[in-house]
């Protein structure tokens, strides 16, 4: 049984922003997320599923987005972690050009893709979606310890990164 047309157009209202930036947070590709969002509201509106309350909607919507967008990077042609440890060996020394000058905010966004997958979803479930880690572990269907583990490396691995490229933020250590 679907749900209703009235509640699905809330729903999507309420929700679609949380998990076209989610998924497109994880693929970095604008029409691959586009598509994930749309797979993901029309498995809802198809599920029939009974959802508790406001709260099991959005954590089943964000749980299949995430779900979604990893199916989607499998698809594409799965980055193995190797490449992080390879990306960092490149030379990234910054040429600044103001013509082609990019914000800080879109150079961290570029550095977030290049992590691996699950580093990336437990870094944008935590830090874009506000959730705990033990939210997050249910979601990802891992323990609380793993995701803080995952939290951790990925941080790391971002302020190494981030160090290289964005040298201009970064004060020697005294």
Same mark, same amino acid.
């Given at each position: 049984?679907?749900?209703?047309?009235?509640?699905?157009?809330?729903?999507?209202?309420? &929700?679609?922003?949380?998990?076209?930036?989610?998924?497109?947070?994880?693929?970095?590709?604008?029409?691959?997320?586009?598509?994930?969002?749309? !797979?993901?509201?029309?498995?809802?509106?198809?599920?029939?599923?009974?959802?508790?309350?406001? !709260? &099991?909607?959005? #954590?089943?919507?964000?749980?299949?987005? $995430?779900?979604?967008?990893? !199916?989607?990077?499998?698809?594409?042609? $799965?980055?193995?972690?190797?490449?992080?440890?390879?990306?960092?060996?490149?030379?990234?020394?910054?040429?600044?050009?103001?013509?082609?000058?990019?914000?800080?905010?879109?150079?961290?966004?570029?550095?977030?893709?290049?992590?691996?997958?699950?580093?990336?979803?437990?870094?944008?479930?935590?830090?874009?979606? !506000?959730?705990?880690?033990?939210?997050?572990?249910?979601?990802?269907?891992?323990?609380?310890?793993?995701?803080?583990?995952?939290? &951790?490396?990925?941080?790391?691995?971002?302020?190494? $990164?981030?160090?290289?490229?964005? $040298?201009?933020? #970064?004060?020697?250590?005294?």
């Amino acid at each position: 049984m679907a749900i209703p047309e009235t509640q699905f157009r809330s729903l999507i209202q309420s &929700h679609q922003r949380m998990v076209f930036s989610l998924a497109l947070r994880l693929l970095g590709d604008y029409e691959t997320a586009e598509e994930v969002a749309q !797979d993901v509201f029309l498995e809802l509106y198809r599920s029939g599923e009974r959802f508790e309350s406001e !709260d &099991h909607i959005r #954590f089943w919507l964000r749980r299949t987005a $995430k779900h979604r967008a990893i !199916d989607a990077l499998r698809r594409r042609s $799965k980055r193995p972690e190797s490449l992080a440890d390879e990306w960092m060996e490149q030379d990234h020394s910054p040429h600044f050009d103001p013509a082609t000058h990019v914000s800080t905010e879109a150079r961290l966004e570029s550095l977030l893709r290049t992590l691996p997958e699950g580093l990336r979803a437990a870094i944008l479930l935590r830090y874009q979606e !506000d959730m705990l880690p033990e939210e997050i572990a249910a979601v990802l269907g891992q323990s609380a310890a793993s995701i803080k583990s995952q939290l &951790h490396r990925g941080l790391t691995l971002l302020r190494r $990164k981030a160090a290289v490229t964005m $040298k201009e933020y #970064f004060r020697e250590p005294v």
